[in-house]
């Protein structure tokens, strides 16, 4: 049985994607503009200058998150400190579309980590899917070639991109069992803020180690600073609102679906933007992912 989607939640579910895809595409048109590690730290700055004026006294010393900032914090670092600094790592030497397309494989590594550390039981059919979905990964880790694949032949984004999925895997299923206080879940910008606080944090001390490692140097410009702050806006902030919203009107297994046009969005874009023309082992890859999604999804 399957829930019922109307018009508003298709919208709320489809357009994370979209704003998602541009993300891929700004990552890579800035790479050589400023470290990665630091764009995710003034990403999620920006973001929780934007989140403060609607998240009330979250960050107050008598709000309730302080009781539970070990929980925050743990979802700062999986959700926005691991993820995206992998992702902007990744589109350092990969590019949106391989990027894009290896996170579809997220809903694998969903079903792995939950079987694995939160003790969710897997059928036979979630593993045929999961089959599936990862030989659509290994299409786009081989570039369409499976000699690729038997020499190991990968290239540094890809991997990173592995992690962020495996991260964002743990976000997800740490984020289905916390027990927020009433206080904080009856705002979904105070929620987010709590959240985005201790990522920023996170986030921080990454880039400060990314500068003792011998960073290239930040080259400002009003480009520069326009996509920031959409990066900022949109994948962050109105993303993150839409999909929530999206996601507990139709449920998380629905809302797998729609993280695969992710890639689509992603290829149109690449195309129209960055002239990367996607290749025939990109549609393949993208129907093995997710035929593999909907032989997993699907219930006996």
Known sequence: MTARLSPKTIFLLTLPPLLWAGNAIVGRLVHDMLPPVLLNFLRWVIALLILLPLAGPVLRRDSALWRHWRQYALLGLMGIGLYNTFQYMALQSSTPINVTLVASGLPV???????????????????????????????????????????????????FMILATIAWSF??????????????????????????????????????GEQWLGAIPVRWSWWLAAALVYVAVFPAVIAFRC?????????????AFFVNLTPLFTALLSSAFLGEAPHAYHAVAFALIVAGIVVSARKG
């Open 243 to 255: 999909w929530g919203e999206g996601v507990q009107r139709a449920g998380p297994a629905i809302g």
């Open 109 to 159: 590594w969903m079903m792995l980590t939950g079987r694995l550390f939160f003790g969710v039981p897997v059928s036979g059919r979630q593993m045929a899917g999961a089959a599936l979905s990862i030989a659509g990964v290994l299409v786009v880790l081989a570039r369409g070639e499976w000699r690729h694949v038997l020499e190991l032949r990968l290239v540094a984004g890809d991997l």
């Open 171 to 208: 976000y997800s299923w740490m984020l289905m069992r916390t027990r927020e206080p009433a206080a904080i879940r009856a705002n979904w910008a105070s929620f987010l803020a709590a959240q985005v606080a201790f990522g920023a944090l996170w986030s921080g001390a990454f880039a400060l």
